[in-house]
């Protein structure tokens, strides 16, 4: 079975979503589109019967397999260093398990009724969902300077994030669910992202502060920060051709003491969007655990209630009152009918049905959004560090787990613009069979693939 996929089309035509549509024609399914563009895709093993020279890689890359493929393709190195946090030598893609740190603090309050009108709010957790990653970076004009970024600490909160993402995308393909997610991130240099202010020391009543900051920065107007985002994220949707849009602010909390705002909150987010936010400690959940902190707040974003019962912090209702598609709660501990393991209430990767339905699993798939043009943002991330190091014979025994249903729908460009499928090349066409160095100065596209069935050993060789 193939490993890695490097495709390097001669064409000025190969865009990523039509990138996407080879990988998914070829039998995968894209989950999230990395910046590169590399993809994190679920694929069976007749992919590897393809026409395409797609090259899944289902486990970790190994430190000696790095090197060979970045030698041939360097831009790829943060895709295999966010794929090795991602995915484990024994495992799917995983939410951490067992119990949380002793430090982590409850989450109760940690969902806010949006402060724009309902039809600027996201629509069901379906089809393509873009996400924008911001990660402010004090100056000292304002506030002291407390807090600084370093390529360790945000290629990390990236590639939690990322896992975050991968995993809801996952298990929607679990439930028949076409759900893929465009990740980006502003690099943590970015000067947008430099403010006066050091977010830490604020909470959620003055964030406008510092957001707002950084909106002017990126020249985008709006009565208060929460609509300045939604322009933002509209602007986004519309340049992506996406059905929604979300900005994910990550705060550094690194010498913080107890890794949470002013106000005790460290991780929050506004029903229907548009943004929801992260501490790097996640109030004592630490860097470790924020994929969990990110999928469960990620699932307010789109509609989803709370559903656990913590005296002095937060009581859930039977009722999630807000949603507009389903405001039964009745997994809610606090009396309610049922009690079951879900993300919302426990962080555990699960989900009940009734969050199922309040994130909109239910309803119509989204049609295909307009293709407004906008001014692109060139977004790159941060990556001075090498890929963790793992074992050369590093392995993902088959699980016995039951392929997910086949998509159904459009695939990826055509999600985004109906034209977009005739633009795909025909099968076969302008594909060399190797990352050969005379196609350098063409996009190398590698495909980290999470494989159903057997998988034979990566090769390397050559």
Not at 381 to 387: G, N
Request: hydrophobic share 35%; aromatic share 10%; glycine share 8%.
């Amino acid at each position: 079975m193939p490993a890695i996929s490097i495709w390097q089309p001669t064409t000025a035509a190969a865009t990523a979503p039509l990138f996407g549509d080879r990988v998914e024609q070829a039998g995968a399914r894209v989950l999230v589109m990395l910046p590169g563009p590399a993809m994190i895709v679920s694929a069976d093993e007749k992919i590897a019967d393809s026409d395409d020279p797609f090259f899944l890689l289902a486990d970790p890359v190994s430190k000696s397999d790095a090197a060979k493929i970045t030698k041939q393709c360097a831009k790829v190195s943060s895709a295999i260093r966010t794929w090795n946090r991602v995915k484990t030598p024994a495992s799917d893609i995983l939410l951490r398990a067992g119990k949380p740190p002793a430090s982590a603090r409850p989450l109760g309050g940690d969902a806010f009724k949006s402060k724009l009108p309902a039809k600027a709010l996201t629509g069901p957790m379906q089809g393509t969902v873009g996400v924008m990653m911001m990660t402010p970076e004090s100056n000292g004009t304002i506030d002291a300077n407390l807090e600084n970024w370093t390529d360790d600490a945000w290629n990390r909160v990236f590639d939690e994030v990322a896992a975050g993402l991968a995993w809801w995308a996952q298990h929607a393909a679990d439930h028949g669910i076409d759900l893929t997610f465009d990740f980006d991130a502003l690099p943590r240099t970015d000067a947008a992202l430099q403010v006066g202010y050091e977010p830490i020391l604020h909470g959620y009543l003055t964030e406008c502060q510092w957001i707002g900051a950084i909106m002017d920065n990126l020249g985008v107007s709006g009565f208060t920060c929460y609509d300045q985002v939604e322009n933002y994220n509209d602007a986004r949707r519309a340049e992506k051709g996406t059905h929604s849009f979300a900005t994910v602010f990550v705060v550094n909390s690194i010498n913080d003491e107890d890794g949470a705002f002013s106000d005790g909150y460290s991780a929050y987010a506004y029903f229907g969007g548009p943004f929801l936010m992260l501490t790097y400690d996640n109030g004592g959940w630490t860097i470790d655990w924020m994929r969990n902190v990110m999928s469960h707040e990620f699932g307010h974003t789109f509609w989803a209630c709370d559903e656990y019962y913590q005296p002095g912090y937060f009581e859930c209702d039977c009722t999630c009152p807000d949603n507009p598609w389903y405001t039964a709660n009745p997994n809610c501990e606090h009396g309610c009918a049922e009690d079951g393991p879900c993300l919302m209430k426990d962080l555990t990767g699960d989900t009940c049905e009734h969050t199922r339905e309040q994130i909109g699993w239910s309803q119509p798939a989204p049609t295909t959004t307009t293709s407004t043009t906008v001014p692109a943002t060139t977004t790159t991330t941060t990556s001075t560090e090498a890929p963790p190091e793992d074992d050369d014979d590093a392995g993902n025994d088959d699980d016995g787990e039951t392929p997910p249903p086949p998509r159904t729908g459009a695939t990826t460009a055509a999600r985004r613009n109906p034209k977009a499928r005739a633009k795909v090349p025909p099968a076969g066409a302008d594909k060399p069979s190797a990352c050969a160095p005379r196609a350098l100065s063409t996009p190398c596209r590698p495909v980290f693939g999470v494989v159903h069935e057997d998988r034979l050993s990566p090769d390397f060789s050559g």
